[in-house]
């Protein structure tokens, strides 16, 4: 199986800045990762697939890159909506593991 | 746009069998465009991804709820299922079903989620 380790755990920022958040996996898995929000009580939403491509409707504000085994999310400019929990999953093979999450609040 | 909406018991005793259903509305299960998948959060934390279903009936299991897990589906409902055997208080979750496009992989098709308590 490939694991997937996110970094950090927990993160506390101010409306505006600039967040950048960390998934490393296991083994290589080139760029089939994807990102997810969930706020709390809803299920996760799809923001970014095969590691850079925004889904349809995402704020042009995050952004996705990476590939091989290192890879980051970036929010350019946090804004109040964007305090949830951010997820990354492996698209590579089975099973569909997710990293542990990241928590993103308010500072 | 498709929905997804999971039903069954909100509580299991242990050992028991968990039961869920989740109707897909707005789109055919048939369409051969998606898997079908089980995905799992115990209170407070992260995804555990359990399995998916093709409208073919081929599956695909986490190994580590393997022996315990069985994904049905039905064309002719627009359904598909989950059962997981011999509960215990761990698999205490909100489970989600989701689709899943075949060529990407990628899940953007969730339903709201559903708790399952396992307790006595």
């Known amino acids: 199986d490939i694991q997937l380790t996110q970094s950090p755990s927990f993160l506390s920022a101010s409306v505006g800045d600039r967040v950048t958040i960390t998934c490393r996996a296991s083994q290589g898995i080139s760029s089939y990762l994807a990102w997810y929000q969930q706020k709390p009580g809803k299920a996760p939403k799809l923001l970014i697939y095969?590691?850079?491509t925004l889904q349809s409707g995402v704020p042009s504000r995050f952004s996705g890159s990476g590939s091989g085994t290192e890879f980051t999310l970036t929010i350019s400019s946090l804004q109040p909506e964007d305090f949830a929990t951010y997820y990354c999953q492996q698209l590579n093979s089975y099973p569909r593991n997710f990293g542990g999450g990241t928590k993103v609040e308010i500072k | 746009q498709v929905q997804l909406q999971e039903s069954g018991p909100g509580l299991v005793k242990p050992s028991q069998t968990l039961s869920l259903t989740c109707t897909v509305s707005g789109g055919s299960i048939s369409s051969g465009d998606y898997y079908w998948s089980w995905i799992r959060q115990p209170p407070g934390k992260g995804l555990e991804w359990i399995g998916y279903?093709?409208?073919?009936?081929?599956?695909y299991y986490n190994p580590s709820l393997k022996s315990r897990v069985t994904i049905s589906v039905d064309t002719s409902k627009n359904q598909f299922s989950l059962k997981l055997s011999s509960v215990t208080a761990a698999d205490t979750a909100v489970y989600y079903c989701?689709?899943?496009?075949?060529?990407?992989?990628?899940?953007?098709?969730w339903g709201q989620g559903t708790l399952v308590t396992v307790s006595s």
């Open positions: 989701a689709q899943s496009d075949i060529l990407t992989g990628y899940y953007s098709g």
């Open positions: 279903i093709y409208y073919s009936g081929s599956t």
């Open positions: 095969a590691a850079s």
